[in-house]
């Protein structure tokens, strides 16, 4: 009997908010971490040229001999790309700031839009096995965010449970409405997670009240809380699942992965 909690083929989503400091790149990884927990195969690519979630997988800098720019802009195998991480069954397409370079190189290119959606869909990378597949896109609306949501089935955006939270909102789903229109029919966004939760601070609450009020149930149950495991995790280079598997941060991510799975299920049926 087939199982209905893995997609057929890659489930590509792209983590995006053009605000930095949301959680992004944590929700990534720890997400990431959360659904190998449930025995899903995972592929993060690194499109921040910041490089904080290879970092955090523990993928020293100057073992990243090829990268998410030598994946978008030169001929490489994806075997060349794709490293272990300190998490099994977590795998990494990592990056550098030589990526900071990359959007400027694909103004003059004319599939400027389609490099990473290729990449990505490629036969070869169908036989690699991935359940899902999440991109970490850099803080900002740029090409790099673009190539990642035309490549993407869906987005996922982490919404920070504070004052202003919803005010960049509205461009992001203009964006995602766009991208649609013009190059990836399909797009959708898929949820939005609320991060930095503090139960004790009526802001988050309102926050949250706020986000459900307009945006129904596109806003996810799970809640990722305030959590200091959560924060030392990467100075370690590793998940808090593997840190402190029995933080609320991890249990949390738990929670959003198995959310993240059923909501899928639900879809694919």
Do not use: W
């Not at 020293?60 to 794709?82: A, H, K, M, N, Q």
């Not at 400027?112 to 096995?129: I, K, T, V």
């Not at 959708?188 to 802001?203: A, H, K, Q, S, Y």
């Not at 933080?247 to 993240?260: F, H, I, P, Q, T």
């Amino acid at each position: 009997m087939p199982d209905i909690t893995r997609p057929k083929r890659p489930k590509i989503i792209a983590v995006a908010n053009q605000k930095g400091g949301v959680g992004k790149t944590t929700t990534t990884i720890n997400l990431g971490a959360a659904l190998v927990e449930t025995g899903c195969k995972i592929l993060v690519v690194d499109l921040d040229p910041q490089g904080n979630a290879s970092t955090g997988l523990g993928v020293e800098r100057e073992d990243r001999e090829f990268t998410t720019y030598d994946l978008l802009l030169e001929d490489v195998e994806l075997s060349d790309v794709i490293y272990d991480t300190s998490q099994d069954g977590l795998k990494i397409i990592p990056a550098t700031v030589d990526l900071s370079s990359a959007d400027m190189e694909l103004v003059t290119n004319e599939k400027r839009s389609f490099l990473l959606r290729d990449a990505l869909r490629q036969a070869d990378m169908s036989a690699l096995g991935f359940d899902y597949i999440l991109i970490d896109c850099p803080p900002s609306l740029n090409l790099l965010t673009v190539n990642a949501m035309v490549a993407a089935h869906s987005v996922l955006v982490p919404l920070q449970s504070e004052f202003f939270a919803l005010e960049g909102l509205s461009q992001l789903m203009l964006t995602v409405r766009e991208v649609r229109q013009t190059a990836n029919p399909d797009l959708r966004i898929e949820v939005i997670v609320l991060t930095m939760f503090d139960g004790r601070n009526n802001l988050s609450s309102q926050v949250e009240e706020d986000a459900r009020d307009n945006l129904g149930d596109l806003v996810f149950e799970t809640r990722i809380p305030r959590n200091i495991r959560v924060s030392e995790a990467p100075s370690f280079a590793v998940p808090v699942l593997k840190y402190d598997g029995k933080s609320k941060g991890s249990m949390a991510y738990r929670a959003l992965a198995k959310e993240l799975i059923s909501n899928n299920a639900t879809v694919a049926a």
